[in-house]
T-cell receptor, first 113, second 113 residues
Framework: QKEVEQNSGPLSVPEGAIASLNCTYS??????FFWYRQYSGKSPELIMF????GDKEDGRFTAQLNKASQYVSLLIRDSQPSDSATYLC?????????????FGQGTILTVHP | DTGVSQDPRHKITKRGQNVTFRCDPI?????LYWYRQTLGQGPEFLTY????????KSRLLSDRFSAERPKGSFSTLEIQRTEQGDSAMYLC???????????FGPGTRLTVT
């Protein structure tokens, strides 16, 4: 089992819709969780982070964390064509892995007009 | 604050040559990380520093790879005797704390011919 699993997609949504991106992880000791957006040929850009169970909202983005079920999700409301990118889920496992991020393989999102 | 910077942005080298990359973190960040990313995959952890101390190195990293952060500011990553399998995007990130948010530089794309 991979440490961080994401559906590679592609996920296609119409403009204005809600895009839902999901991520599951295996290490119950994971402490902090991140969503990065990566445009083709560019480096990852941090868009959301969440440390506690529940929801965290920032503009059109909502991150949801459920440690008991070991999943984290990202909702993008009112999706725009400019949101088309690869979305990477990452976590900091803590413990002996304190500091490093472990990434999923990313979900490709396409928002079509 | 100009963010994390990396140099060079692109490097083409012949197999067997040595290459060195530089990373300048966000000025107040004491942690610096190196990752490698290949097409279709999420970034893979290589090593990280807290100030000048190298705290962890991936077991996947061969002895041809070495990293330094001599004064706790910028860092260099050297690859000796490059192989075609080293072709990838090399990413640097920095953070204020161990479990905190990591911000990436633009990356150095290495092509080994």
């Amino acid at each position: 089992q991979k440490e961080v699993e994401q559906n590679s997609g592609p996920l296609s949504v119409p403009e204005g819709a809600i895009a839902s991106l999901n991520c599951t992880y295996s290490d119950r000791g994971s402490q902090s969780f991140f969503w990065y957006r990566q445009y083709s040929g560019k480096s990852p850009e941090l868009i959301m982070f969440i440390y506690s169970n529940g929801d965290k909202e920032d503009g059109r983005f909502t991150a949801q964390l459920n440690k008991a079920s070991q999943y984290v999700s990202l909702l993008i409301r009112d999706s725009q064509p400019s949101d088309s990118a690869t979305y990477l889920c990452a976590l900091n496992a803590g413990g002996t892995s304190y500091g490093k991020l472990t990434f999923g393989q990313g979900t490709i999102l396409t928002v079509h007009p | 604050d100009t963010g994390v910077s990396q140099d060079p942005r692109h490097k083409i080298t012949k197999r067997g040559q040595n290459v060195t990359f530089r990373c300048d973190p966000i000025s107040e960040h004491n942690r610096l990380y190196w990752y490698r990313q290949t097409l279709g995959q999420g970034p893979e952890f290589l090593t990280y520093f807290q100030n000048e101390a190298q705290l962890e190195k991936s077991r996947l990293l061969s002895d041809r790879f070495s990293a330094e952060r001599p004064k706790g500011s910028f860092s260099t990553l050297e690859i000796q005797r490059t192989e075609q399998g080293d072709s990838a995007m090399y990413l640097c990130a920095s953070s204020l704390s161990g479990v905190g948010e990591q911000y990436f530089g633009p990356g150095t794309r290495l092509t080994v011919t």
